[in-house]
């Protein structure tokens, strides 16, 4: 019986030694850099935590990227995406055909097809596009298009340039103002 006694107090220190400790509050996963160049706004939906990888189709001062972008839950996991600069405009374009042909010179009767999501508020009921090669006014080919019925913020478009090389892409949805830089290749 003299043992038993001894022993409470032991028992007791096992005890406290083994309750859980307060726990602190689980961290953020860490971010990673952005690539350098244009890169979606911080707080766009989805932003990809981990660099995306860089690869050919951009040209200017536009990167363009093969990883997920900002809207792969909207089934563009599988697309190469650049973000429009400045990257406060909100305004990521999607590519439908592999890099480097992003854009080709396909004819008026197949023109490339780009998604332009637009993350900012209010959504304009139309976007300006105009396309002239970079650092000339001419040719300028201008067309306006509205946003898909299904998702306010989505501009399915396309694009038909008469000629390869450097393009400067300029948007105008509303207020907001947005570049690309895009290599148009030959024909396939």
């Known amino acids: ?18 309750q859980p400790s307060p726990t602190a509050a689980p961290s953020a996963p860490p971010m990673t850099q952005s690539p350098p ?5 911080a ?3 989805g932003t990809p935590l981990a660099s995306p990888t860089p690869v050919a189709g951009g040209c200017g001062d536009t990167k363009v990227f093969a990883d997920s972008g900002p809207d792969a839950e909207l089934g563009l996991a599988g697309n190469a995406w ?3 600069t400045p990257a406060s405009a ?3 374009a999607y590519f439908f055909h592999a890099p480097p042909n992003l854009i080709e010179i396909a004819g ?15 959504q304009p009921g139309n976007v300006t596009i105009d396309v002239h090669p970079l650092g000339a006014s001419a040719p300028d080919i ?29 948007l105008s949805l509303g207020a907001t103002h947005a570049t690309l830089d895009l290599q148009v290749a030959a024909s396939p």
């Open 37 to 41: 160049g244009p890169s979606p706004p």
């Open 90 to 92: 909100g305004v990521v």
């Open 82 to 84: 650049a973000a429009a």
């Open 1 to 18: 019986m003299n043992r038993a006694v001894a022993l409470l107090p032991l028992l007791g220190l096992l005890l406290v030694a083994c």
């Open 108 to 122: 008026p009767n197949q023109p490339t097809k780009v998604l332009w999501i637009y993350h900012g508020e209010p």
């Open 142 to 170: 201008v067309s306006t298009i509205g946003y898909a019925v299904a998702n306010g913020g989505n501009y399915p478009s396309s694009i038909d340039v008469p000629s390869p090389g450097c393009w400067r892409v300029d």
């Open 43 to 45: 707080d766009t939906p």
